[in-house]
């Protein structure tokens, strides 16, 4: 890299104004998009789920359907599997404040979601849950 | 040039090829090529073409052809007859068939996963990083969060990679060796021994130097690093943070030196603190509050511009009196006087102000450059840390003092200054994957955009009461723990009511007898288990506890499409280019050996868990379509290789195209090496979770009888003594340490008979390095044989080095000496098991984040006559 010293500069280089803006990722949560079920409720969310490792142990059910309301965000996904499945399951997923481990990994549709509150614009999903606890040392 | 199908016309052999491929002497993992000749390896070399190790590779490296071809590797699966366990006990090894291994493997499994999969412990070493992904899988898979490292973590870890996280976004730090001109290191050898990328950082401090960087190395022990320093400037063990505190009280409280704006912009300096300690906070948003000197009110931190943030003053808001977060970190500093550190570390209080002096001055505040075209803070000077000055009860506070030389001045992740190991990608260019930034998380932190794991630094999780059997739940600023293994770890378990024991153990390659703390502690542990399975290519001392031995490939039969960990682990810092290279097989595996990779999917359709597997897979891979596993479709661990190399780089960028070009690389921008001024993110020069963290952990485990030290638990750092040092029998006059032998690697590459030559010709590597001035004192002499006695009666035996090279108080011992299996009958009987010398239990590991406390204070008995 080519590099030039700006030696005794006068004035400290200002921190916050040297954002790019572009190289920040976006904060706008995108919604959860899919092609609309013929045979589904306008107000109702299809939900396919499924549990894999420690989740599954948890439950006896490891694949399920349900249905949610819309308008519906993945929180409300996983509200209902919490109700569903009960507070062993849900601790397992979200914390005392609601927010999601960080271990608990969740897609839908096959895409990684982060935020619970991703918006669902379908009138159907599916989703999968798995807990990926994971340390290293080193 | 093409690696492959290089014919030596001349000799006419039928088989001469460079491969490419990865190292896996130490966890640095750097990129080579190996000469195969007739189907025998016969020269392995760095491979200049990766950014990984940058053509160079360190005598381990070159010497992994003695390990992979020592008589004494495993060839065949081997099932114990003697059902005792124990140190020294013979397990009566009689060599089974694989289908009678995994047949009983299995039924154990299947077992144990229909009562409560949580009983199954995954252990594996950390030396093969490219195991990582495997065994992390096969453990989220079969449903148990019980996963270790053995010693990795508590020993290098807990402390540097948690507040390297929270404060640069990475895995660990390093100069920015491309333009540092002041480097001062706190037990770490970064640039000068073996860890993350080693080969390529000992090129980056080579040059460093030669360009004329001043290197301060403080440590007890001149030996790697400080060798090669401008200055040692050695202290007494374990007081890391009385320096680096008095260092930064000199610069901001002596020499006002301090960089205003970076602490403004970047950090949470100017956020306004309470007299309870917490964030004075917006009633309505819970946001914290900043003063605006423009508008003369609190206003939350979002809403004020950075340059108009107080960072001083006492000011009241709603009826409450407040100050901001680097008013009380002033305040704070006060009490570190140069004199008191000179007390507590024995290094005097002049060389202390002069450190801080120079330290400030060269920092050169305020100073740009410009790189490639960009204008950037140009701030050159570095404080790092590692294993060393974080391996202590003050674990947190170690590190993070040192780290506040850094953001003091600024010098975070800019030009010149400490770097994270690559915290920000911008992704492959043409498929945009592997793409990773850190983003602000709560009040405005910074959260890591790559991680080794979910378990983040920051935010830190809610503590919780414990379900796992290292109890990270409730610590949650620990990762690797204790508690597996502890003397103690019943009586935690039996506190925290949890509802079930470990049964069942998988060990990847982890010698944890020898490398967590004293023997007995852990062999007790490991006897405990109903059922062990190991993954060997030698039987080692843990090996031997183990009720079915399976045979594994080295790293020279092996394939993976990930052997380093992208991009915070092995890719060197700074300037250069991403890369991404492959392990691949040069041989094929000898008698009945199998890859444990292939082994643990095997495993998992014998058990039932494909589909588990397979998800998690996808979950720690990030496959997407069209590439994710499907269902429970047996795919092949080289299928899943493939998969995940076209998920990243396109579908014409598989697995083949790998083995053939070995690597893929392309250039790093200066907004993504240094994106510090790039990133909309603050890091804490004031710890205020700390507190509430603190008390919750207490409100759990108070109640249950286990009492929080709450002065470990305090918004900034301080200097909190070790049990070593508040020792006061008599004649125990010595702090005993270790340290990590250059030519060697954890304790496994003892058995590589050119290693063994090296630390045989090596005066330090199998002794015990004593000052000889105090030596003298004492009637000790060079080569006289004698015991390292502990506080608690543990002792080990070995013969003096007298040296002026360490300090007065200090007895250095090579690593993980010392082994005693017949299975590894090269490393059998050399040098000192200091590990023997380590307590296991609660009053002995870090209450922040459980890190061991890796000093004793011993005495000296001569176990012989002086001649």
Redesign the interface.
Known sequence: ????????????????E???SA???S?VVPAVQSRRDEHGSACDLRVHA?L???L??ITTERMLSLVVPKPATVATVVAALGARLGDAFLARVV???GAK?????L?VG???IEDLRTPINADSIEI?M????????? | MNMMNVMNTTAQPIDDVWIPSSCSLC?GTCSILAHRVDGVVVKIEGNPESAVGKGRLCGKGVSGIMTHYDPNRLTRPLRRTNPKKGLNEDPKWKEISWGEALDEICAVLKKV?AE???KLVVQRT??V?AS?IPF??F???????N????????????GA?LISGIMHASWSVVPDF??CNYAIYFGASKGHSA??ASCSNMGKAAEARARGMKMIVVDPFCNFAAAKASEWVPLRVGTDAALALAMCNVMVNELGIY????L???TNAPYLVGPDKLYVRHPETKQPLVWDAQSSTARPYTDV???DMALEGEFTVNGTPCRPSFHCLRDHLRKFTPEWAAEISTIPATTVRRLAKEFGTEAR?????????V????RPVAAIAFRGSQGHMNSVYNFYAVDLLNHLV?AADV?GSCLGFNP?C?GHPETGKLRY?P?AGPDGLMVTGMW?????PYPP??P?LPT?L?L?DLFVLG??SPFLDSTDREEMWERFDLPYRPEVMVNFGANLVMSIANKEAVAASLAKYKFMVSFDLFLTETSNFADIVLPDCSYLQSLDSRSNFPFIFSLPAG?GEWCWPIRQPVLPPDGEQRNCADVLLEIADRVGFR??LN??Y???L?L??PH?LEGETRYSYAQICDAELKNNFGSERGLEWFKEQGLIKWKKK??EVY??????VRVPVYWEFMLPIGNKIAAIAEPRGLKIPMEYYQPLPDFLPCTSHCCQKPDFDFYAFYYRDIVHTNSFTMENPWLDEAARLDPFSYTIAINRAQARKRALHDGQLVWIENEAGRKVKGRLKLTEAIHPEGIGIGAMCGHWSDGMPVAKGKGVFFNELLELDWAHVSPVNNNLDLCAKVRIVPAEVTP
């Open positions: 890299m080519l590099t030039s010293l700006s030696s005794g500069a006068p004035t400290n280089v200002r921190w916050d040297v954002v790019d190289f920040v990722q904060s499924q894999f490792g420690a599954a142990s914390d005392e404040t481990h960080r271990y608990c990994r897609f096959g895409v990684p999968e798995i807990l990926l606890v994971a340390i290293e040392g080193g | 966890y996963r409560d999969p949580r950390t030396t990083t990582r992390q899988t453990a989220a898979a079969f449903g148990t969060p996963f270790s490292v053995s010693g990795g973590g508590q020993h290098c870890g807990n990679h491309e333009h860890g993350h960089d205003g704006p970076y403004q912009a970047k511009k950075a340059a505040v305020g100073s740009t450059i410009v790189v490639d075209g204008t950037l803070p140009y600024g030009v920000a911008h930034i983003s080794m794991g979910y378990h983040y999780s809610e919780r796992n290292g990270q990762m690797t300037v589909a588990d998800a998690a996808n979950a720690s990030k997407q379509a994710r200066p907004a994106w510090r001024p790039f990133v909309d």
